[in-house]
């Protein structure tokens, strides 16, 4: 099923979708990756509200306030934190490669959305810089507030449900590799 | 040969490297998605293919993580070299970091404080070789942290399964690295010659066919289906390159350099006359 979503995002929204759904996103998004999410779980607090909000796991290459390549970074390391952006009211996580140790913080209340790794050119014609906080961790590192336009295709990969299409393909692959050895 | 023919030529192979795929890449992605049977994975391998397309038609980088600069070298003997060659290609990765535009990427480890232009201790990282002749070949091979961050080095009992660390380490690993994958293997040698190997076959890795234990392995690769992005799907990999060296009888070094589809490189040849990239 395909899904075109504004932000914020309702729960009711994340409820509705499930894995392998695709999905397009216009509105806010707010990128965040190693150095947020610390300083989110010292401080307590971000410079935004995360009600309702979109985060994505990227760390773009910005030129004049322009979104030169932005595609998502490899979210398990930001697993460790996805309890407190979930409890700060962030509906849905945009990444690659999963969160599958967190699975659990998901269920009920968020989605996590997989971006295609890499494609940080398509991602620049979707995406328009509206500002910047943080910067003084680095453009990698800074949390950008990026204005999306139809941004995707992204594939619902963890569903609110518990469903989560990594786990599934890595169980499968665990399985495969055991059948050929017996 | 003039140290500013060298410069030119880096911030040449850098800004090729970074905006477009070597042919026999692309080629191999589109193969795949013309096979690829899973829908979802199919969306993930048209959306590359849409992406490649975008970063060669607005000239900006094809992945937003332009990597950690790699050169590869290739130096004939006869060629006169009145100045630093690490300097000369590190004044090319600073002017490219500005030119093509470049991520700044490097960071003290301890500290973690960005140099701000890619470039210090250990970076821009030179692989040399000597030949016969007096040109230099030079060939950026810059790689993302996603897919350098799952690869992996073991120091195996001999009695070990080489082949089965391989694929424990996809199955395991493979999925977080941007898959489909190049893969890159490097078995024995000692325990900092297994990861060159590992690189080196990355970077010998081309369209030219595998051979038979490279193809057989990547068969059996692509049957675990982890798929593109590690979503599920029949598309892994797409090459398989394996290196081997003499280790001590009672050693196995193995390593797996896992590249994601984004296999960038493009090399330039520097001689007395000047340069000219391929």
Same mark, same amino acid.
């Given at each position: 099923m395909e899904h075109r979503l504004k932000t914020p995002l309702t729960v009711d929204d994340v409820r509705n979708l499930c894995a392998g759904d695709l999905v397009w996103i216009s509105g806010t998004i707010y990128t965040a990756r190693d150095k947020v999410h610390a300083l989110l779980r010292t401080e307590?607090?971000?410079?935004?509200?995360? @009600?309702g909000a979109v985060l994505y796991h990227c760390g773009p290459l910005i030129r004049d306030d322009l979104v030169i390549s932005a595609g998502p970074t490899t979210s398990s390391r930001m697993a460790r934190y996805t309890k407190e952006v979930v409890d700060k009211g962030v509906k849905a996580i945009i990444g690659k490669g999963g969160i599958s140790e967190a699975s659990e913080h998901l269920r009920s209340q968020a989605v996590y959305l997989a971006y295609p790794g890499g494609c940080g050119a398509l991602a620049s014609r979707h995406l328009k810089v509206i500002d910047v906080h943080l910067a003084v961790l680095g453009m990698a590192e800074a949390l950008w507030v990026f204005e999306a336009e139809?941004? #995707? /295709?992204?594939?619902?990969? *963890?569903?609110s449900l518990g469903r989560d299409l990594y786990q599934e393909a890595r169980l499968s692959a665990e399985a495969n590799l055991r059948s050929r050895r017996s | 040969m003039k140290r500013a023919d060298l410069v030119e030529a880096t911030v040449a192979v850098l800004a090729r490297a970074e905006t477009s795929l070597p042919g026999w890449v692309v080629d191999r992605i589109e193969e795949a998605a013309r096979r690829e049977s899973n829908p979802l994975a199919e969306s993930q391998l048209e959306a590359i293919l849409e992406n490649v397309a975008i970063a060669a038609q607005d000239q900006i !980088? &094809?992945?937003?993580? %332009?990597?950690f600069p790699v050169f590869h070298l290739v130096l004939g003997r006869d060629a006169s070299l009145p100045f630093d060659l690490r300097e000369a290609v590190a004044d090319g990765v600073r002017r490219a970091t500005d030119e093509v535009p470049?991520? !700044? @990427? +490097?960071?003290? /480890?301890?500290?973690? &404080?960005? %140099?701000?232009? @890619? %470039? #210090?201790?250990? *970076?821009?990282d030179l692989i040399l070789d000597l030949v016969d002749g007096d040109a230099l070949r030079i060939t950026a091979f810059p790689k993302g942290a996603g897919s350098e961050n799952m690869s992996l080095l073991a120091m195996l @009992? !001999? +009695?070990?399964d080489p082949l089965e660390f391989v694929l424990e380490t996809i199955v395991e690993r493979g999925g977080m690295a941007c898959p489909p994958l190049f893969v890159g293997v490097g078995i024995g040698g000692t325990f900092d010659l297994a990861p060159r190997l590992a690189r080196r076959a990355l970077l010998e890795m081309s369209g030219s066919s595998e051979a038979k234990l490279e193809r057989d392995l990547l068969a059996r690769i692509n049957d675990l289906g982890i798929g593109p992005m590690g979503l599920?799907?029949?598309? %892994? +990999?797409?090459g398989v390159k394996i290196l081997t060296a003499c280790c001590h009888t009672a050693s196995l070094p193995v390593a797996v350099n896992l590249q994601c589809w984004a296999n960038r490189s493009a090399s330039a040849t520097v001689g007395d006359n000047g340069w000219n990239i391929d």
């Amino acid at each position: 099923m395909e899904h075109r979503l504004k932000t914020p995002l309702t729960v009711d929204d994340v409820r509705n979708l499930c894995a392998g759904d695709l999905v397009w996103i216009s509105g806010t998004i707010y990128t965040a990756r190693d150095k947020v999410h610390a300083l989110l779980r010292t401080e307590g607090r971000l410079p935004v509200d995360l @009600n309702g909000a979109v985060l994505y796991h990227c760390g773009p290459l910005i030129r004049d306030d322009l979104v030169i390549s932005a595609g998502p970074t490899t979210s398990s390391r930001m697993a460790r934190y996805t309890k407190e952006v979930v409890d700060k009211g962030v509906k849905a996580i945009i990444g690659k490669g999963g969160i599958s140790e967190a699975s659990e913080h998901l269920r009920s209340q968020a989605v996590y959305l997989a971006y295609p790794g890499g494609c940080g050119a398509l991602a620049s014609r979707h995406l328009k810089v509206i500002d910047v906080h943080l910067a003084v961790l680095g453009m990698a590192e800074a949390l950008w507030v990026f204005e999306a336009e139809e941004f #995707g /295709p992204l594939v619902v990969a *963890m569903d609110s449900l518990g469903r989560d299409l990594y786990q599934e393909a890595r169980l499968s692959a665990e399985a495969n590799l055991r059948s050929r050895r017996s | 040969m003039k140290r500013a023919d060298l410069v030119e030529a880096t911030v040449a192979v850098l800004a090729r490297a970074e905006t477009s795929l070597p042919g026999w890449v692309v080629d191999r992605i589109e193969e795949a998605a013309r096979r690829e049977s899973n829908p979802l994975a199919e969306s993930q391998l048209e959306a590359i293919l849409e992406n490649v397309a975008i970063a060669a038609q607005d000239q900006i !980088p &094809i992945c937003q993580d %332009t990597g950690f600069p790699v050169f590869h070298l290739v130096l004939g003997r006869d060629a006169s070299l009145p100045f630093d060659l690490r300097e000369a290609v590190a004044d090319g990765v600073r002017r490219a970091t500005d030119e093509v535009p470049l991520r !700044p @990427n +490097a960071v003290d /480890p301890l500290t973690r &404080i960005n %140099t701000d232009d @890619n %470039t #210090g201790p250990g *970076m821009p990282d030179l692989i040399l070789d000597l030949v016969d002749g007096d040109a230099l070949r030079i060939t950026a091979f810059p790689k993302g942290a996603g897919s350098e961050n799952m690869s992996l080095l073991a120091m195996l @009992n !001999p +009695a070990d399964d080489p082949l089965e660390f391989v694929l424990e380490t996809i199955v395991e690993r493979g999925g977080m690295a941007c898959p489909p994958l190049f893969v890159g293997v490097g078995i024995g040698g000692t325990f900092d010659l297994a990861p060159r190997l590992a690189r080196r076959a990355l970077l010998e890795m081309s369209g030219s066919s595998e051979a038979k234990l490279e193809r057989d392995l990547l068969a059996r690769i692509n049957d675990l289906g982890i798929g593109p992005m590690g979503l599920g799907g029949d598309t %892994t +990999a797409l090459g398989v390159k394996i290196l081997t060296a003499c280790c001590h009888t009672a050693s196995l070094p193995v390593a797996v350099n896992l590249q994601c589809w984004a296999n960038r490189s493009a090399s330039a040849t520097v001689g007395d006359n000047g340069w000219n990239i391929d």
